[in-house]
């Protein structure tokens, strides 16, 4: 692994390749969407082990937030490359609707007003 951190466009582009050198491809939309419930289900299992009350059985795979986090983000990485969506653009559309709605919601730790 490189010092440099890769771009998002380069990480989509890495897993699509990686997906396509096989031959069943990316799989349809609702069976992404299972993808992604499930490890999104996996996350919440680790986080109520991390910072919850509830343990861990002794007979459960050792698993991490940042392991399932980032098992996580790759499936919706692998969402987004079979319906063709750029991530970088839909970041930069969402972060322009974040700042709008959110302008006034929050107290600045700078005192400075969103005016």
Do not use: C, W
Not at 25 to 35: D, H, I, K, N, S
Not at 52 to 67: D, L, P, R
Request: no cysteine; glycine share 6%.
């Amino acid at each position: 692994m490189t010092s440099e951190y890769k771009t998002l466009t380069s990480i989509q582009q890495e897993i699509d390749d990686y997906i396509n050198q096989y031959k069943v491809g990316y799989f349809g939309p609702l069976t992404q969407m299972a993808r992604l419930t499930e490890e999104l289900g996996e996350l919440a299992r680790e986080v109520t082990h991390h910072y919850g009350e509830k343990e861990k059985k002794s007979t459960e795979a050792s698993a991490s937030v940042e392991e399932e986090l980032g098992d996580l983000v790759i499936a919706a990485i692998i969402m987004a490359n079979s319906l063709n969506i750029d991530l970088s653009q839909v970041i930069e559309t969402n972060m322009i609707k974040f700042r709008q709605r959110d302008k006034y919601r929050f107290e600045r730790k700078d005192g400075m007003t969103n005016d």
